[in-house]
């Protein structure tokens, strides 16, 4: 069932926002709108403007609590908000100085880093790296070129004396090395290394002044970097100390500044107004209608706040938000609604009505005892453990599943285990007038597909009453008029098939005949009767045209519509089939099966079938059913601090 909302205004003095929030309505659901969107006729409103006083503390305690395990069951600090932030600042203080040396240190790393980077390469040079760096006559050029053309590279080189290259490392994209040439002919030599593709790297820039004389600048570069690993490590021991010598605090605070943090951002959704010399706050949103009066309950003695209810039921700008309430059973069942859409105020929930018929559907279209149980103890199992919605579907449709398979008498495809209850899916046959031999569960299918398209049509009456439209109650093909049409067509043809007498022709005329005829001129007596002028666009003769179509989709809608339901008893027969397939395989005709196919088997069937099952009766609900009686134009209530949660 959809709960009743009622629209609210809260307002007081701006000094008391913060105990409104904490005292009262951090106990009940509110779906809060803008203030000042809602109070559009209300003169002297203005938005908050406050800064959040409560971030910068909180991405703080996240920083420090990052590096920590997480406390399950943390409570709230009973701290006021100023002690809580000098708390924090204090612990921070105490860890700011070894942050700022790990950031020295980490900036130095870097550094140092790319410098092994550079040289890395250049290791297998015969000579000390700095005595090449001191050289006087000969220039030099560390550097790398593409393997593509080294072996060019390679040949070229062979024919020019003035130069010398020496291979230092490759990889798999390069070839690094360095080559000398007098300094005399550099320009002409380097303009023919760069012709080359040779890439130039500068090793002098990369090493620090005080690793330029050193010996063996690389295993210093190794070493340097491995004492700065050690004293990041050191000052991170030293930090995680500070933190978790406090940590149950931390995170008491972070607790108690995260829910004043989101009361804080309420003010977003606030307006104020001034009044002589104090400035007043106004909130509006929506509540569930009991949890308001025990709000106006609550606060009748509070001097300083004013809570009143306004009259916003047929507000067709800004409608009041849907929350859904059903049984715990059928709760899962609302994920079926979400997808579709949310009823609006005043529109039938269906969230029963989807559980208990996908259920008995599902369970028709794969009616096996053996394959139903392991649905049951899969689903709600999967459910206890994960809390997956769908999961819970699936244990509740299995019920009807093990059900079913009970009426046919079938356990994991195995038809001489138990009688049938009632037939045999796969080999029950009537014979009907014009028809002859039908497999019964088609007929029968049909007959419940029509019958619940006759209760989808009460619901479409219900939901018009409802709202006061008279058109959609009484005269669309769904209304009151498509009731007895459909009704008289249903009640005829199931009379018919069984032999029964029909009604005379005279009634069939006045019983198909007048609804029809309500139907398609639903629009013109819709005005008249609510004393509007009769408005027909575009001609008479276009009104006729567009009629005659309308009409006649109308019809052949009612047909599709009812033969859809075909498919409940073509699925009963197919997963009959299938089984027989599977235990002809595993060779059950001869005494002795083949356990291992039987086992397998019954898995792949349970698996496909059972999803393609559950599509097909999801797809009945919303394009059957639901197309005949809802919308699904509501929105989600939404709390506040849901709302404020997940930006």
Known sequence: MVEKMKFLSITGPRETFDRVLDQYLSKYSIHLENALSELKNVTNLRPFTETNPYKDCLARLDAMLAMVEPEEHTEESAASAEELIAFVNEISAGIHELEEQRKALTVQRESMRQCADAIQPFRALEHHLTDILKFDFITFRFGRIAQQYFENFSDYLQKITDTLFYKCDSS???????????????????????????????????????????????AEVANTLQDLDLQLGEIHEKILEKVNAKKTELFQAKARLEELSSHFEVRKLAACTREDQTVYFILCGWMPEKEALALIKETENDEQIDVVFEDREADEFNPAPTRLKNPRIFKPFQMFIRMYGLPAQGELDPTVFVALTYAFIFGWMFGDVGQGAILVIGGFLLYKIKHIDLAAIIGFAGIFSVFFGFMFGSIFGFEDIIDAVWLRPISAMSSLPFVGRLNTVFAIAIAFGMGLNLLAMIFHIINGIR????????????????????????????????????????????????????????????????????????????????????????????????????????????????????????????GSPNWVVVVLGNLFVCGLEGLIVGIQVLRLEYYELFSRFYKGTGREFVPYQHEVNKK
Not at 497 to 507: E, F, K, N, S
């Open 172 to 218: 798999q994209e390069y070839v690094y090395g360095v080559y000398f040439v007098p300094k005399t002919m550099q320009d002409r030599i380097d303009a023919v290394y760069a012709s080359l593709h040779f890439e130039v790297i500068s090793i002098q820039d990369q090493l620090p002044d005080h690793l330029r004389d050193s010996e063996n600048p690389f």
């Open 467 to 590: 709202t006061k439209d008279k058109e959609y109650a009484f005269f669309d093909q769904n209304g009151a008029a498509g009731f007895v049409f459909y009704g008289a067509l249903a009640v005829t043809v199931i009379l018919f098939m069984t032999g029964h007498p029909v009604p005379a022709a005279i009634l069939l005329v006045i019983l198909f005949g007048i609804p029809l005829i309500l139907i398609a001129f639903k629009e013109p007596i819709t005005r008249a009767i609510e004393k509007k002028k009769p408005l027909i666009e575009d001609g008479k003769v276009m009104f006729v045209v567009q009629l005659f179509f309308e009409m006649f989709e109308i019809l052949l809608s009612y047909f599709s519509n009812t033969l859809s339901f075909v498919r409940i008893g073509a699925f009963a027969v197919s997963h009959a089939a299938m089984m027989e397939v599977v235990l002809m395989l595993a060779g059950a005709e001869s």
